[in-house]
């Protein structure tokens, strides 16, 4: 199936952890994106990256990074952990700004 | 940056009625879409639509750039078009970073 796909769909895990998610497509998209969707549902970028660019949300605190290791993955890495970063955090990708493309999300729960 | 308003943030219809979504954004936008997200939390794509109108089967979305708004229509509403309809823009060139809006939610109830 072409898709985005992201793992893991859940993730509880305790403050001051490290943990990763990681983010597949294979649509042969060149943009892929981060967002979070916090418990109102409001949906915010975080990041965006494309193999020329990484554009960085002003918000998002530096324990946040988003690693690339090739043009079809964007995995989000996040250090010290906290409870306010508990939410839903969705992939995307793009080819330019068309055929946007959600993944499935992860639902990260800090406790 | 550019800001994008949703109304009615709820709405509540019966099987088989008829609906508007509305979009108000702050700024001109090269880009604008329309997402569903379902009851099991997935975002769906459902129209890419800078300007003019476009339509899919019971669904179809209308963008005046020029006043700065666009409409989703939803005919014939069915159980299965419940969830939050968001719509999103960006504006400038490069960064295809979508603002979106705070979302319609839609019950549709039998």
């Known amino acids: 199936d072409t898709a985005v796909s992201q793992t893991p769909k859940y993730l509880v895990t305790q403050m001051g952890n490290d943990k990763s998610i990681k983010c597949e497509q294979n649509?042969?998209?060149?943009?892929m994106y981060w967002y979070k969707q916090d418990s109102k549902k409001f949906l915010k970028i975080m990041f965006s990256?494309?193999?020329?660019?990484?554009?960085i949300n002003e918000t998002v605190p530096n324990r946040f990074s988003p690693k690339s290791p090739d043009k079809a993955h964007l995995n989000l890495h996040i250090n010290s952990l906290e409870l306010g970063d508990s939410a839903v955090y969705f992939c995307?990708?793009?080819?330019?700004?068309?055929?946007?493309?959600f993944g499935s999300g992860t639902r990260l729960t800090v406790v | 940056g550019i800001q994008v308003e949703q109304s009615p943030p709820d709405l509540i219809l019966q099987e088989g009625a008829n609906s508007t979504l509305r979009c108000n954004f702050s700024?001109?936008?090269?880009?604008l879409q329309w997402f569903h997200q379902n009851p099991w939390g997935q975002l769906i794509n459902l129209f890419y639509?800078?300007?003019g109108t476009k339509q899919n089967g019971r669904l179809s979305a209308t963008t005046v750039a020029t006043e700065r708004y666009s409409l989703l229509y939803i005919s014939s509403s069915q159980t299965t078009d419940s969830g939050v309809y968001f719509c999103?823009?960006?504006?400038?060139?490069?960064?295809?970073?979508?603002?979106f809006g705070k979302g319609t939610k839609l019950s549709v109830i039998p």
């Open positions: 995307a990708s793009s080819r330019q700004q068309l055929g946007y493309t």
């Open positions: 649509l042969g998209h060149d943009t």
């Open positions: 990256y494309n193999n020329k660019e990484l554009i």
């Open positions: 700024d001109s936008v090269n880009n």
């Open positions: 639509i800078p300007s």
């Open positions: 999103a823009a960006y504006s400038g060139a490069g960064s295809y970073q979508l603002t």
